[in-house]
């Protein structure tokens, strides 16, 4: 993610009728600082509820439903325009909605998606396709998952990082999650944090693992190791922190007791695995934390979504 200001920011809409648009204020706070101009995307497949009255063919009635839907758009985006913020409405019907924002996003290359977040039950995690997950591993671009509508005036910013660069992550990862964060607070205002978590799951067996081992015990990763990588990236991090445990888990308790307002990390591509098994950090992480997350690719990286839509059957 580059350090320069954000020109395009992607709002997936996932109910354009709804009361409740945390996503899309949040957005707008993050245009109103930096300039940025919002696209308000709405996918949809099913054309439910129906048009009244029906139309007669297929394609007459997903007309009719773009139309209602972009109809609804407008009409969350003349507040925003108000406010002097360049908006744009655009409505497709595609599916899975998850793939339907990334083939918008190899469209448009918009800087940032930013995406409302549910909390999810564990059996959904295991058997629902959901596009918190499928945005996680797929999007190209970063995404800002949307948990509270507020932009704090100081925001602390955690960036999760790994200087032992385990699980064969890409080295540059690490540079990617410091300018990401630092460019949110070059544009923005807050501080940054760093965190490592020494995954103990790769060194204890799970059976063996009976309580949070003590900080002092990490030998990996120093904060002399924090420090190179920050000042390579000319950031200054106002908090660090080294914990030894299951990164989920500490991810999720240092967001609480750092109270921070956005979490920045990585998501890497592991193909080939059964997509049941893959449970990466980021996808544990984003229904247990109570702030924002912000997830940012490898470089390169390519998405296994097709430019290509679904069509209707002649």
């Keep these: 993610m580059p350090t320069q200001s954000w020109k395009a920011i992607l709002v997936a809409v996932r109910e354009p009728g709804a009361r409740k648009q945390i996503a899309i204020r949040k957005a707008a706070r993050l245009a109103a600082s930096t300039g940025a101009r919002v696209t308000l995307f709405h996918a949809f497949s099913a054309p439910l509820p129906l048009p009244d009255p029906l139309p007669s063919d297929p394609k007459a009635i997903l007309r009719a439903v773009a139309k209602q839907r972009r109809d609804q758009l407008q009409k969350l985006a003349r507040p925003l325009r108000a406010q002097g913020l360049e908006v744009q409405c655009d409505v497709a019907w595609d599916f899975p909605p998850a793939h339907a924002i990334v083939r918008r996003v190899l469209a448009d290359k918009p800087d940032l998606v930013v995406a409302e977040s549910h909390r999810h039950s564990k059996v959904a995690r295991w058997f629902l396709a959901n596009s918190d997950w499928e945005l996680i591993r797929e999007c190209p671009c970063p995404v800002w998952f949307v948990k509270q509508a507020r932009l704090a005036k100081n925001p602390i910013v955690l960036t999760a990082i790994d200087p032992s660069h385990a699980h064969a992550k890409p080295a540059a990862l690490d540079d990617r999650l410091l300018q ?36 002092a015990a990490i030998g990996a990763v120093t904060f002399e190791d924090m420090d190179r990588l920050a000042k390579r990236n000319r950031v200054t991090a106002a908090t660090r922190v080294l914990k030894m445990g299951i990164p989920a888990d500490a991810l999720v308790a240092s967001t ?50 097709s430019r290509k839509g679904p069509k209707l059957p002649a």
Excluded: N, W, Y
Excluded at 185 to 214: F, M, N, Y
Excluded at 288 to 293: E, F, K, R, Y
């Design 180 to 215: 990401a964060a630092a460019s949110v607070t070059r544009q923005v205002g807050g501080k940054i944090a760093l965190i490592h978590v020494e995954d103990i799951g790769r060194i204890l067996p799970p059976r063996l693992i009976t309580r949070p081992a003590s900080d």
């Design 256 to 305: 609480a007791e750092l109270k921070a307002d956005l979490l920045v990390m990585g998501a890497v591509s592991r193909s080939g695995l059964r997509h049941s098994h893959i449970g990466s950090t980021a996808e544990a992480v984003i229904d247990a934390v109570m702030c924002d997350v912000l997830v940012v690719k490898p470089r390169p990286f390519k998405t296994a979504v």
